[in-house]
């Protein structure tokens, strides 16, 4: 399907996957907002409780470093951590941005590549491994990754390699 301005239309396949990204992309925005929000209240032990929790680094098990170098270090990374979490929220607006309004399939392709890469490496670094609870909350990204890129091709007008 195409409008008159010539760009494809999204069909209702294609607009629920860009729904699902856009979904993707607040839970993931909020990450890094919520590591701001850490970082300035509760410094490097508010960083860590975000990430540990899991069957392998449990919240009673960790232990913060007393050593200010090395907390200062560790902040610095979680907060980066954090801030390309929020990132990749702000990549997955695009995305669904694309998809919703230009029926793309290079939207489409950024959400699997990009935002797989991120989503899949957070479920098998931290998820799996057991740093970090496997919970509703910490699986409800990939999986909602993973219904976004199964749903939106049926949406999308076929591909057409140029």
Not at 111 to 130: E, K, N, R
């Amino acid at each position: 399907m195409t409008n008159t301005a010539t760009h494809p239309v999204a069909g209702p396949a294609a607009k629920v996957g860009a729904m699902l990204f856009l979904l993707w992309s607040i839970l993931h925005i909020w990450v890094g907002y919520e590591g701001i929000h850490q970082y300035l209240s509760q410094g490097t032990p508010g960083l860590w409780n975000m990430v540990v929790g899991g069957s392998r680094v449990p919240h009673n098990a960790f232990q913060h470093t007393q050593d200010a170098a090395t907390a200062y270090a560790q902040g610095q990374l979680l907060l980066n951590f954090c801030l390309d979490v929020g990132g990749y929220g702000v990549l997955g607006l695009v995305v669904a941005w694309l998809i919703w309004t230009q029926a793309s399939w290079l939207g489409y392709f950024l959400g699997v590549a990009i935002i797989g890469i991120a989503d899949m490496t957070f479920l098998l670094a931290m998820v799996t491994s057991g740093v970090i609870a496997f919970s509703l909350e910490s699986i409800s990204g990939p999986v909602i990754w993973f219904l976004a890129i199964l749903i939106t091709p049926f949406g999308l007008p076929p591909f057409k390699r140029r």
